[in-house]
């Protein structure tokens, strides 16, 4: 937690200490990716974790500079919150000059009751799905995300060890389900490594949600490949990188197929 005449300083270290490994790479990924266009009205979703906390940092502090002409909503959909944590996180917003609307379900019981062994893929869609409603209510057209660099190459090797696919998680996607909106993740180049260390840097703290996962009743499998990544990385310092720009960089003559929402394709068929 922080207090409130701690917010200027806050932000000054964003665009100072921490400019080069977060703030800059906030920005590389907007332009890179086209994230961010003048008229976008931006429903930002604050989970209560560190990394959605700094992605509304961020937003607040480019916002401020005026380089895209865009307005923001920041949002907390309430799943089920243990009342101590959701007051924490409020405080948090409250004294960094977050004006957040929160928005309450009962996700947690439906994914508990529905996905009892292993709960986190239908709770992370049927809160996206929420959060891509209540955005479009307020009249957004776009939804950020918190994800960081460490999500997506974390994403890739699960979906290889444990979907037996290769994919990636994408920063922006249009949404299926609502028209016009587009789901955005401009932490897409940021290390989580920097985020804890800015969130440490100014003393602010967050807290577990609360749901059977943070409690450690259930074990997550992203945690074991969040484990394996950095083990792999004190033999090979590049081995993150290398996990993601593999999504770049697909050799399509060195593949045996692919899919797509249509069809499947097998390149031995041609050969």
Do not use: W
């Amino acid at each position: 937690m922080i207090m409130p005449n701690n917010q200027e300083s806050v932000e000054r270290s964003l665009t100072k200490k921490f400019k080069g490994p977060i703030y800059s790479q906030f920005l590389k990924a907007i332009t890179d990716f086209k994230l961010i266009s003048d008229g976008d009205r931006i429903a930002v979703a604050l989970s209560g974790g560190k990394d959605s906390l700094v992605l509304a940092k961020l937003f607040q502090e480019f916002k401020r500079h005026g380089q895209v002409q865009f307005e923001l909503l920041f949002v907390t959909m309430d799943p089920g919150f243990k009342e101590l944590y959701l007051a924490h996180h409020l405080e948090n917003c409250h004294n960094l000059g977050v004006d957040v609307i929160v928005q309450k379900s009962n996700i947690f019981n439906v994914a508990e009751l529905l996905a009892k062994e292993s709960p986190c893929f239908l709770c992370a869609r049927m809160r996206r799905g929420f959060l891509y409603k209540v955005a479009q209510e307020h009249g957004c057209n776009k939804l950020a995300l918190g994800h960081h660099f460490d999500d997506v190459i974390e994403t890739t090797l699960l979906n290889i060890f444990y979907a037996g696919c290769y994919k990636t998680m994408l920063p922006k996607v249009r949404a299926a389900n609502y028209e016009g909106m587009e789901m955005i993740r401009p932490m897409y180049y940021v290390k989580e490594n920097d985020i804890t260390r800015f969130m440490n840097y100014n003393h602010l703290t967050t807290y577990d949600c609360g749901c059977r996962i943070s409690d450690g009743i259930v074990d997550s499998k992203r945690k074991e490949i969040k484990k394996l990544i950095s083990q792999l990385r004190k033999n090979d310092i590049n081995i993150d990188i290398n996990i993601f720009r593999s999504a770049q960089n697909v050799n399509l003559k060195a593949i045996l197929g692919y899919h797509d929402d249509e069809k499947t394709t097998s390149f031995l068929d041609e050969y």
